[in-house]
């Protein structure tokens, strides 16, 4: 693999758009109830906090639809913070933060004291439950009175096992064939990005900060929905769902 995209920001968007679409084929429905739910509670005006923020899929989409909103990404991933900052410089609409999200102190980085809106995607299920409830608590700190909190994520209902089993089946047979018409899997994404010449030193200090892709829990939506509700939000619930993902939204 030897393509190289050097800073042309957009095509390496697209690029991990691709890659993350060959795992969720259904995630732009995602982000659409997402953006959805945020107009209908807090407006199309919203301050946002694009949590775990990656290259900045929410933000792009958040500002596609809503001008006048505005963003702030924070992650601790060099290699996907480059993309996120080369996408939008110059944009005073966006701003980005490096920060670690298991350090207790990660909120007092960020450029204002709250948020309209928490938004997060298929990000938190690094986390394992026990540190993701103390997060929760952190979040409903940013979170303004009546703002929400949203967490886009794989969230499996382990009550029905036969169903999810041919869930599975069906998805990994769909996603093989994919890849042997050239989709490209996380593996090989950053295979791509390591041989980059601009994204290869911020790659390399991405793997030594998290090694090898490792995921922590996966609790069910439903876990989702007591953690939230005891880290203070006043309602929480499942807006969305697929066989293997859920949308859990809480409003504070």
Known sequence: MTTTLGSDWQAWQESWDRQQEWYLP??????????????ALVGPEPRVL??????????????ERFPKAVSTG???DPALLTIAEGTFAGDDRVAFVTADLKDPEWASLLPYDSYDAVLTATALHWLHSEPLAVLYGQVAGVVREGGVFMNADHMVDESTPLINAADRAQRHERMEAAKAAGAL?????????????VLAEPTARRFEIYGEHADGDTPSAGWHVGALRAAGFA?????????SDALVLAVR
Request: aromatic fraction near 10%; include cysteine; proline fraction near 4%.
């Open 26 to 39: 259904d995630r732009e429905e995602r982000f659409r109830v997402m953006l959805d739910m945020v107009e």
């Open 50 to 63: 694009d949590l775990a923020c990656g290259t900045g899929s929410i933000t792009a989409r958040l500002l």
């Open 74 to 76: 924070v992650d601790l």
């Open 185 to 197: 899997d996380w593996a090989s994404w950053w295979q791509l990005a390591a041989q980059d010449p």
């Open 235 to 243: 309602e929480a619930r499942e807006v969305w769902r697929s066989p």
